[in-house]
């Protein structure tokens, strides 16, 4: 399950998504999870559908590594649609048995949850697929830098943001490891009752955190050697320029966005 996860990872290439400025990239992602939150008609779920798998097929990210990333919320969409089919009872029954009431409402709405939950993660995790975390950190600077006139900390809160999701996979391999040692040890983490299990997380967890606490300090003494001071004076090696190809991209994903809000109003 832990090498299922692939939050944070980022595959190279040089495809037509790749190439696309990060600050594109961000603000199409923005604008297709607004798309699959403000639309409550199946047409919208549906159009989301066909822009996300165009953006697979662009990216030339493989789909199984779509599908690997929606391995680890398997549990959290099995009881979204339960929560979902057996909580909503208005609208036509299909099934009634004693308490247990399923109405076409509840199906409905059951399906239509899990389809944008999986859309979601499956769209998002493109932008971490086609964008170095390098990348990441300066398009979130730039987009938000018209607060750095109000004092806001904007470089540091970017660096926060990418320093925590590009440790992600390095503390997910941290994890592996120290479940692989714990197993040589002797250590059962599969079998036992409930209590056992939760006896056997401990000895993770705290080698994990002591992990992690020392690799943060280390990625400050590093910092501090090399003089590091924030964004003040910071000079770029990349530039970010917009080209032709991300103003079609915007305006592409805008006009699509408006399609789905006015389909949603007239349906």
Request: aromatic fraction near 8%; charged fraction near 20%.
């Amino acid at each position: 399950m832990l090498r299922d996860i692939t939050l944070g990872q980022y595959f190279p290439g040089t495809s037509f998504v790749h190439r696309l400025d990060p600050r594109t990239k961000i603000i199409i992602t923005a604008a297709f999870i607004a798309t699959l939150f403000i639309g409550s008609n199946p047409v919208c779920l549906e159009a989301g559908a066909v822009f996300c798998a165009a953006a697979v097929i662009v990216s030339r990210i493989p789909v199984k590594m779509i599908l690997k990333s929606l391995k680890p919320i398997i549990m959290i969409l099995a009881v979204t649609s339960l929560l979902n089919l057996f909580l909503i009872n208005s609208g036509i029954p299909i099934f009634e048995w004693k308490f247990i009431k399923i109405t076409y409402t509840g199906l409905r709405t059951s399906i239509f949850m899990v389809v944008r939950i999986a859309l979601l993660v499956a769209g998002t995790s493109l932008l971490t697929y086609t964008t170095s975390p390098i990348l990441l950190t300066d398009a979130i600077e730039r987009l938000m830098s018209p607060l750095a006139k109000i004092k806001f900390p904007v470089h540091d809160l970017a660096m926060m943001m990418t320093i925590a999701l590009r440790f992600v996979p390095t503390l997910i391999e941290e994890t592996d490891k120290i479940m692989s040692a714990q197993k040589a040890r002797g250590v059962d983490m599969d079998g036992g009752r409930i209590a056992d299990k939760v006896k056997a997380v401990i000895p993770i967890i705290i080698p994990l955190f002591i992990s992690a606490v020392r690799r943060a300090g280390e990625l400050a003494t590093a910092m501090e050697c090399r003089c590091y001071r924030g964004g003040e004076g910071r000079t770029k090696m990349r530039q970010l320029k917009f080209g032709v190809s991300d103003v079609l991209a915007i305006l592409f994903s805008l006009y699509f966005m408006a399609a789905v809000i006015l389909v949603n109003i007239f349906l």
